[in-house]
């Protein structure tokens, strides 16, 4: 198995689980416990439809672009979650920054993967 195929089906899940959310929130407006900054549900699911839709079958398929996409889906994760922290630190939610750092993980570990395949092919 190509290392590329396990960061489309990491990417794919993690988009799928954003889009779960996001729909939630933001099509059937299920009621939640805390604040909700209007914006970052809608962020969240149509990153998350991109993840789905387009990356991870980018990523699956090995695309020259899918890299670049995976490098700039992890930029914008870190740049919300940054501005959460500062912008925002005083009104969101723990579950909003719990749910971004995970984002922003999982997307580190996907990029890390595709750097280490890249790697990999040139020593083969």
């Known amino acids: ?11 794919f899940i993690i988009g799928g689980m954003a889009v779960f959310a996001g729909t939630k929130v933001v099509f059937l407006h299920e009621p939640v416990d805390y604040y909700v900054i209007s914006w970052l549900p809608v962020y969240n699911l149509t990153m998350g439809v991109l993840t789905v839709a387009v ?21 914008a994760h870190a740049t919300v979650y940054l501005v959460l922290q500062t912008v925002y ?12 750092t995970v984002r922003s ?4 570990v ?3 993967i595709l750097i280490a395949d890249q790697h990999f092919l040139r020593k083969a």
């Open 1 to 11: 198995m190509k290392l590329n195929r396990l960061a489309a089906v990491l990417a």
């Open 105 to 108: 993980v999982t997307w580190v």
């Open 110 to 112: 996907i990029v890390g």
């Open 89 to 100: 630190h005083q009104v969101v939610a723990a579950e909003s920054l719990r749910a971004m």
């Open 55 to 75: 990356t991870s079958v980018l990523l699956w398929q090995d695309r020259p672009i899918a890299p670049k996409l995976a490098l700039a889906t992890l930029a």
